[in-house]
């Protein structure tokens, strides 16, 4: 099919467009007549367009299934509107900036921040093949190190393009990514320097101008050194034309380098003050550009970061004060101001900048000023100088600061390449070339030239490696080609630098006397106008020339380009600086030749001779040439998508222009020429098979199929040709199969339509006449149905209006019968309510007369009863009066008064009796007034005891109130004292009833024993006797009885303890009764102490007194009461019991001695020796245990005269007594111990040397006591410890630990090392040796790290010291004598001597550490695994699209060295967590941690399979989602049969889960924004977005995701709370816990195996 049949109706072409470059539209009528009308897709408006050859004919526009490839080799039509085209939409709709063009890698700046550089990113890319993942730096790095590693062939990375493109960033990221995957953490770390020499040589080398803020003003080529095992040991930088003139001058909205800014920035720090800076705005060489600050950039922050590199780099502090001494005499020399003087110049000598810089320079103010003014010139004969005019001398200043700043700039070069330099020599590099892109201005300098010069250079070398590349994969596949015509830019090279080219000809005008740009331009003019095809005169200038580059025409302006080539200084400046008193100064111009050099001839003179720029310039772009081609190249274009820094905003005639400069299209055209799209046989059948009638397909022959497939649709066999893997086609001839299967699809379709039509016409008349039927049928039974309903109906009726009427009737009947009833009821009903109205009515009236007529008679009796009372009065009265009369007569008469007289004696005698007993009264008082006389005189006397009174009244006052705070710490003292007495209570009762259980074991055993002495006195010696035995005995019943009067003491000392405790409480109690009794004293003035009890007064009494006792106020009456007998009688009752417990304890020595010479005397040869020996060291044990005894009773003693200072006095008393108790018991207890030892010795006949360790181990804790030794079985016989010396401590690590190997203790009981390890332990402990257990226990954890490192890539190694060090660890926590940790069984074993905590905590750490490593460890058996098992592996035929989406023109990745790819199935990666499984549970590892082992490895797994669909574009699609999910459910299914549920290793799955789901889910409208947010809760919003980006449908028929429903999804989840990161984090492992579990294993059952050769240890 030819190319003009594929512009037929229908067909999408590219148009031309002025503002967008090109435009879309539809062919509207074939081609015909030359003619061919288009329709624009954006107006509906048409165009007849002439077509007179075949480039007439419009571009062809790639099918929308191709649009947004990541490859644009890959597109069918390759020209350059599909490029830009499928750039734009990459760009703007996806956000992707990334994209592959054959080998470069076009790199669009965003201008904004993406999440596209993290760590867990470049951990995606490493190991992966190029075309695997989507395009990005991180790839071409990859690449690059693969390639390295693989071949050992050196590599290079050139990055170009604009500036504001991202060249730096682009190069800044790649080597980053080779410091991270080719740092070694065991070497120098060479890579942190390599990444620091960044920050570097963007302060001193970029500078904002108006394109780019941060843009690079100079080219760098770096070498990253790798020995053989692919380690960064060392790099080289070689730099390429540094801007020197925007040193004195910047261009508006520009600004100079950074580090200017920066170091004014730091200008308030205390070292700047020698610097004399100021603001950056007040510097000349700062302000030009009117642009001081940058935005969202801090200077000093800036500063800060330039300092830091510099000191990681070996850059001593004093060296960057030189360095910023420099920097800022730069400044303070572009200040000086220079004044014209007639024709020549001067400056004032009180300028403050020149001194300044003078100063800083370290040269002479004087002599500064005047060679900047003036210059010296030499002829054959004299020296003399000559004065510069103004302009002269100001560009002789500007002059020295630029070559000043420019050899700064290349020392600071120098130092990073010494710092980066090492010793050895590296094995390969990768070079890294940040080299500037082809730039055209409106005014091009001789900078453009150099740029422009290196670009055509860098674009032959990239012509003829693609050019090579296409020719090997032509010779690989075994293909016929022919020769490949593309541009070859040599004649545009040969211009510029070959013989008499234009940097000869502008060295040979530098040579001259009087050099100049019109002379450069003549020569130019006449060499080389209408001689070279790529070099043209303009038209309308004289002063410029043009040169016809690879990428445009370049105008350059002549002026200014012999002094920029020659760059000379007036030599008397270097003089002047080679003096300086700075070495750095001088440093910085030492050429190592010595002082003199060469002069040039004539008008030179005077000036220093050295090579040109451009020469310096051709001589290292040739180096980097030769390096470029020693290497295997990879490139980078940086393009620049628009002039306002606008973030994702596509300029197409910008991108266009770069497009062109940087040679993407001219790979395309290259590509183009040949065969661009490439297939794979399987790729393409699965693809195509449609086109082949399907009886003839044989899908296992896909070779031939594919041969079948091409015949039968294209003729020509040139459109195609056939290698060993892959089919290649000419450009179009994908697009026309796409045609032709469209084409195939929708005939097929129609076909399938068609028929399908039919049938569902037909199915829907017989359905439609099978319903008529049914329906008539239903009709009639329903008519028939109704008319019988109709008669039934009409009987019913008839029956129902019977039964009606009579209903009717027979209720009208009743209800009249009902009223007839009711009226006569009423009417009868009111006659008797009538009637007995009546009658109620008269027996009321009835009743009303009765009471009427009773009140009326009861009234008229009370008047009657009134007047005859009034009637009695009067006869009364009147009787009365009567014999009133006749008592008045008789008074009048003499026997009256006689009777009077009678009773007046009576009374004059009782009168005179009265008067006798009141004078003896007188008498009686006058003594008493005696008496009182006396007593006032005596209360005279007294009066000053009145004071005192007041004074106690005070004193009392001011005790009452010590007194409240005093109740308050004695309830405090009380409760304390209670619980203590408690426990002293309970421990006296366990050790009471322990010794009641000893002295019977003891009678027990003295009887046994007497039965065995009464056995062995037939044999024993005369020394035996019964007077012997019979003192033992006498001797055993005494120890009996101190044993009882032990106890009596312990009960009197108890009793004691409760009496004060009572007293105690008794003053608590009236501490209220004491106040009120005190207000009382106070009102009164006088005390009542009878009144209160004896302990309220004793407590009391104490009160008062402790003032006098701590302030020494001493009153003039003694205060003394007695409760202070009390207290002496207390103390001296302590001091005496103290005195008895001193007694005892002689009498428990003196009986310990007697214990001996028993002993001696029943022992006999060695044994008897051993026997002494150890009886020595239990005495001496017990001497100084008598001696600490006596030290405290002795500060007892001391303490006894305070007592009564404190009011603790009950709570001391208390602690001393129970305390002294305590140890007598113990004491007692060890004596009654050893006798029984003794008595079961002598019954058992044990060993002298189970005796001896049975008495260590008792000695070690009495509260730990073992129980009786006669009943202990075979096991208990053994202590559950291993003796051992300390030189035997390296013996012990290295054989338990060093040179232990798993497999030699399989079979023994779980984790035997760590067990037999701390039995080594607690033998170190139990004999109490501190210095032994640190030294055991460091040598063990020293030897776990050990035998750790040396099994780094060993699993069952790993697991099994993991298991062993968390045993250990458990031990050493389970015997730590904590309740909570140990059985009851076990607690007499605890360690007892010293606290191993800080040890504890050691081992956590080392099991951490281990743990870490083996999560590593098979992280490295998985990773690899997890893309092909779990993103590859298609369980499920016939589901994967036969679309081949992203990915390069390759066909795929190839396969990893050593692997097979297509075997990796889930069943690989199941079966590898199975083996690791079982290697845990061999190892006997806790299960906690075996959960929380594979929760962190399904946690990698899920990050890393999430993280690789998130840059694989491939996998977007339900397809691929559906083949996904399959395969994490069976890993779900193993988890669950694993038992790992719990763990919450299956919800670590969740987010690639949530992922799978959303490429399956429907993603069209808006109502499907709601789903795809409540679905995927575990992924965040930049995740969500990713995937639905990148999601591609297989062919036409499916649609993308619209940009509207992405925008919905974000504005959703809008909510986020977080910053979203875009990939998964990799290496954040959850912090692991391991719970505590103690062992059931009994110690003293464990023996010591054999093969172990544990000989120099000893069972217990």
Known sequence: MSSRELYCKGARVWLRDNELVWIPAEVVNGLSEKKLTVQFEEDATEVILDINCQDDLPPLRNPDILIGENDLTTLSYLHEPAVLHNLKTRFLDSNIIYTYCGIVLVAINPYENVPLYGNEIIQAYHGQEMGDMDPHVFAVAEEAYKRMSRESRNQSIIVSGESG?????????AM??????????????????????????????????????????????????????????????????????????????????????????????????????????????????????????????EFVATQEAFSLLGVSKELQRKLLRVLAAILHLGNVTITQKEEDSQINSTDKYLKQSAQLLGVDKDQLMKWLCNRKISTSKETYTKPLTLTQATNARDGLAKHLYSQLFLWVVGRINKSLTTSSKSHSFIGVLDIYGFETFEVNSFEQFCINYANEKLQQQFNQHVFKLEQQEYIKEAIQWSFIDFYDNQPCIDLIEAKLGILDLLDETCKMPQPSDKLLIQKLYNKHEKKSSHFDKPRTSTSSFIVKHFADHVTYEGTGFVEKNMDNVIPEHLHLLKASEYELVAELFYDGKGSKSKKTRGGSAGLLSK?????????????????????????????????????????????????????????????????????TYREFFDRYRILLPWKRVRPGDVHRMCEMILSSVIKDEDKFRFGKTKIFFRAGQVAYMEKLRADKLKHSGIMIQKTIKAWVQWRKYQHLRKITIWLQSRTRGLLARRHTQFLRETRAAIKIQKRVRGFLCKTKYLRLRRTTLAVQCHYRGQRARKAYMKLLYESKAVVIQRYARGWLARRQFRKSIQHVVITQAAIRRWLARRELKKLKVEARSVDHLKKLNQGLENKIIELQQKLTAQLGINKALKVNEA??????????????????????????????????????????????????????????????????????????????LKIQHQLDTKTISHRHSEEEWQALQGEL???????????????????????LQLELELMQSQGKTYSSESEFSRSS??????????????????????????????????????????????????????????????????????????????SVGRK???????????????????????????????????????????????????????????????????????????????????FQSARQLSTTSLVSTPGPLDRLDYEDQYLGMLQWKLEDRDKIVSTLVLKLQPAAVEGQ???????????????????????????????????????????????????????????LFHNLKQYSGDENTAPVAQKSMSLSSFDLTSFRHLLHDRAVAIYLELIRNVQEYIQPLIVPGLMEHEPIPNVTSSRRIGGKSGGGAKPRSGQKRLLITVETIIKELSNVLSILQANYLDPSVIGQLFKQLFLIINSFLLNNLLLRKDMCHWSHGIQIRHNISQLEDWAKGANLTKSGAIEALEPAIQATQLLQMRKKTGKDVATIVEACSKLNTLQIQKILTMYTPADDYEERVPVHVIKAVASRRGDDVMPSQLMETLNNANPVTFPFTPSDVNLRGITLPAFLKLDFLTRL
């Open 931 to 1008: 008496k009182i006389a006396e007593l006032e005189k005596d209360a005279a006397n007294g009066a000053h005891y009145k004071e005192q009174l007041v004074a106690a009244n005070a004193k009392i006052k001011e005790l009452e109130e010590k007194l409240q705070e005093s109740l308050d710490r004695a309830a405090m003292a009380e409760e304390r004292s209670a619980k203590e007495t408690a426990l002293l209570k309970q421990t006296h009762e366990e050790k009471e009833n322990g010794l009641l259980e000893k002295i019977r074991t003891l009678e027990a055993e003295l009887e046994s």
């Open 1037 to 1059: 019943t005494e120890l009996r009885d101190h044993h009882q009067r032990t106890l009596k003491d312990q009960a009197r000392m108890e009793q004691r303890l409760e009496n």
């Open 1085 to 1162: 003035g006088f005390v009542t102490p009878h009144t209160r009890p004896r302990s309220d007064l004793y407590f009391e009494d104490t009160i008062q007194s402790l003032p006098d006792l701590r302030y020494g106020v001493h009153s003039s009456t003694p205060l003394s009461t007695p409760s202070d007998k009390q207290l002496s009688v207390v103390i001296s009752d302590l001091q005496s019991q103290v005195q008895n417990l001193e007694d005892q304890n002689m009498s428990l020595l003196e009986e310990n001695g007697q214990l001996k010479e028993e002993y001696k005397k029943i």
């Open 1168 to 1250: 008897e020796e051993v026997m002494r020996e150890n009886y020595e060291r239990e005495i001496e044990m017990l001497k100084e245990s008598k001696l600490k005894l006596a030290e405290e009773l002795k500060s007892l003693k001391q303490n006894s005269s305070i007592i009564h200072k404190t009011s603790g006095l009950n709570l001391q008393m208390q602690e001393e007594v129970t305390r002294l108790t305590d140890e007598t018991l113990e004491l007692r207890e060890k004596l009654d111990f050893y006798e029984q030892q003794l008595s079961h010795a002598r019954q058992q006949g044990f060993s002298v040397e189970s």
């Open 176 to 301: 980053r990514y080779f410091a991270m995957v080719g740092g070694a953490s065991t070497e120098t770390q060479i890579e942190k320097r390599v990444l620091a020499s960044n920050p570097i040589m963007e302060a001193i080398g970029n500078a904002k101008t108006t394109r780019n803020d941060n843009s690079s003003r100079f080219g760098k080529y770096i070498e990253i050194g790798f020995n053989k095992r692919q380690h960064i040991m060392g790099a080289h930088m070689r730099t390429y034309l540094l801007e020197k003139s925007r040193v004195t001058f910047q261009s508006p909205e520009e600004r100079n380098y950074h580090i200017f800014y920066q170091l004014c920035s730091a200008r308030e720090l205390p070292e700047m003050a020698e610097f004399y800076l100021e603001a950056a705005d007040s510097f000349l060489y700062t302000n030009q550009g009117d642009a001081v600050e940058l935005d969202d950039v801090s200077d000093s922050d």
């Open 1309 to 1367: 009981i779980p984790c035997l090392p760590a067990h037999l390890l701390f039995m080594c332990v607690r033998y170190a402990d139990h004999i109490q040796n501190e210095h032994q257990v640190t030294m055991l226990l460091e040598g063990i954890i020293k030897g776990i790290q050990q035998v750790v490192q040396k099994n780094v890539n060993n699993l069952d190694g790993l697991t099994f010291w993991l298991a062993n060090v968390c045993r």
């Open 165 to 173: 493109a991202g060249k730096t960033v682009s190069a800044k990221y």
């Open 611 to 679: 090579q040109s720029v451009g020469s310096q310039f051709r001589d290292s772009l040739t180096d980097l040439m030769k390096a470029l081609n020693q290497t295997t190249p990879h490139y980078i274009r940086c393009i620049k998508p628009n002039d306002l820094k606008l973030s994702f905003t596509f300029d197409p005639k910008r991108a266009v222009q770069q497009l062109r400069a940087c040679g993407v299209l001219e790979t395309i055209r290259i590509s183009a020429a040949g065969y661009p799209s490439r297939w």
